[in-house]
């Protein structure tokens, strides 16, 4: 019943910057953890950061220092993006599942991805 889905610009130079969000429909439990995940050409697809239920925010040793997670609202998710590099190119899907994002269980709900071009 979830949905998500995503918006943003996907294309810049390397140092640019973007900003993606997500918005969920039918979203009533209130209680997820939400991330944001990237699969760049050739490799699995991997975490880049996440927000868990109390508001703690995680990220991939990758992006630290240069991505923001924040949860604007209860149904909005978003990625700043900062200093962008060329092996930043990936498409990028927003997630959720219910319960705490430490908690063992597959992320149930994914947007559609957002292809992120970044430039040299």
């Known amino acids: 019943q979830v949905q998500l889905v995503e918006s943003g610009v996907g294309s810049v130079q390397a140092g640019g910057s973007l900003r993606l969000s997500c918005v969920a429909s039918r979203y009533t439990s209130r209680r997820h953890c939400m991330a944001w995940f990237r699969q760049a050409p050739g490799m699995e697809r991997v975490a880049v950061a996440a927000i868990d239920i109390d508001g703690s925010a995680t990220y991939a040793d990758s992006v630290k220092g240069r991505f923001t997670i924040s949860q604007d609202n209860v149904n909005t998710l978003s990625l700043q993006m900062n200093s962008l590099k060329p092996e930043d190119t990936a498409i990028y899907y927003c997630?959720?599942?219910?319960?705490?994002?430490?908690?063992?269980?597959?992320?149930?709900?994914w947007g559609q991805g957002t292809q992120v071009t970044v430039s040299s």
């Open positions: 997630a959720a599942k219910q319960g705490y994002c430490t908690e063992r269980g597959d992320f149930d709900y």
